[in-house]
């Protein structure tokens, strides 16, 4: 039996990206108002390949996914905001340069950088791999807390915000417009937050097993490692996310929901109106039951 699919997305650049079986839809609220609503086919490996569906294979191929769905709305968000303002987009290689330095920048901050800070002074491994993901833990609240105060990240948590309040309406059987979205909570359980919280404390575990060795053997280990605890964790949040676990919900997705009232912030009216777009746009490409063609287009809303 096929496994039930659920719609998600993300917050882009005054926007949100909203991502179906085979459709991805982008709404952008341009400077003088409209809505820019771009579509193109998903093109998911998991999708693609039916052997990367199977149970702790496919969390891998799902967080490539994710990544370069979300990077691929994020330039086109970008591109939008400078070609309404009347400046030429960087090309594909810079934002081939940007992605490859964030990643960098991100594998250094939370995977090498807790490992080497500390020096080993007991010989309980699990201990050292506590205390190695608990500093990882510090370094992730950090850094949300920081460019959290940064103005065109609150604008990102609004939109956020938007994405999760319209997609709980739709996933409460309600019409998606937002009048009906408006009243629902900014925090969705299959929340990506709840995925990396979740990705902190399994690395813990996973890392346990290898002990604590060199860290010319360690660092190497602790990359190798991303693979199998993204495998893990993605199993997790789908049998959490099942009604048939409540009691597990709670206990897997609490530190996640806990972390998305830091990368989520109330939106506006506005804000939801994007996310319904980028909503509809999947919704309507999808009842026509054919491939998507990359198609861009500006909807009749303005603020």
């Known amino acids: 039996m096929a496994d ?5 997305g993300q917050a882009i650049i005054e926007g949100v990206m909203v991502r179906g079986k085979k459709t991805v839809a982008s709404a952008v609220r341009r400077p003088d108002g409209r809505i820019v609503v771009h579509t193109e086919p998903a093109k998911s490996l998991v999708q693609s390949y039916r052997w990367l569906r199977i149970p702790f294979i496919r969390g891998t191929p799902a967080l490539i996914d994710a990544l370069r769905i979300g990077f691929r709305a994020l330039i086109h968000s970008a591109n939008v905001a400078m070609e309404a303002e009347g400046v030429e987009p960087p090309s594909r ?4 340069l940007t992605f490859v330095v964030a990643l960098t920048v991100g594998l250094v901050l ?3 950088l807790p490992s080497l800070a500390l020096q080993p002074f007991s010989h309980n491994h699990f201990l050292m791999n506590l205390l190695e993901g608990l500093l990882r833990l510090v370094i992730f609240l950090g ?3 920081i460019i959290s105060q940064w103005a065109n990240i609150r604008r990102l948590f609004e939109y956020h915000g938007a994405e999760h309040m319209v997609i709980n309406a739709f996933e409460a059987g309600r019409e998606t417009s937002a009048e009906e ?3 629902f909570r900014t925090i969705h359980v299959r929340c990506g937050s709840s995925f990396m919280m979740l990705v902190l404390f399994i690395a813990i575990l996973v890392h346990a097993v290898a002990g604590w060795p060199d860290w010319y053997v360690r660092i ?3 990359l190798l490692f991303i693979v199998p ?3 893990i964790s993605y199993e997790i949040m789908k049998l959490a996310a099942s009604p048939k676990a409540s009691w597990l919900t709670a206990v897997v997705t609490a530190p996640g929901l806990w972390l998305q009232r830091l990368t989520t912030r ?3 009216k506005h804000q939801i109106e994007v996310a319904v777009e980028a909503l509809q746009a999947v919704l309507k490409s999808e009842q026509e039951e054919t491939e998507p063609e990359v198609e861009t287009a500006e909807a009749a809303v303005e603020a």
């Open 4 to 8: 039930e699919f659920h719609y998600g």
């Open 93 to 96: 290689l810079h934002y081939a």
């Open 110 to 112: 939370f995977v090498i």
């Open 143 to 145: 850094y949300i807390l």
């Open 181 to 183: 979205a408006k009243d």
């Open 220 to 222: 190497p280990l602790r």
């Open 229 to 231: 605890i993204a495998g």
């Open 266 to 268: 109330p939106p506006d």
